[in-house]
């Protein structure tokens, strides 16, 4: 399977992709209080400067989240790309 570069981490390009909050240190994991799926929704930032948000699912008890990274637009705020999974619930 396909795979792109964000900030020296591997993302499939037509799926989320899980990754260790440990590999997250450089990055900007916001979690919002709402559950989604078997998480949180979420969004992260990458260490790269005007990259935006990607819509994430954090999943603390396991240390993880299921990053959006395959998604083409990125988001201005964590507000807006966590949004998307209430979009996406609604278009269904």
Excluded at 76 to 87: G, K, V
Aim: hydrophobic share 40%.
């Amino acid at each position: 399977m396909r795979k792109k570069e964000i900030a020296k981490l591997e993302f499939h390009v037509a799926k989320p992709t899980h990754i260790d909050l440990n590999l997250l240190q450089d990055w900007v994991v916001w979690q919002f209080p709402k559950q989604c799926g078997k998480g949180y929704c979420g969004a992260v930032h990458p260490p790269i400067e005007k990259h935006g948000w990607l819509p994430a699912i954090i999943k603390p008890e396991k240390n993880e989240a299921k990053i959006h990274g395959h998604l083409p637009e990125r988001f201005e705020t964590p507000e807006l790309a966590a949004d998307y999974f209430t979009q996406a619930a609604k278009a269904k």
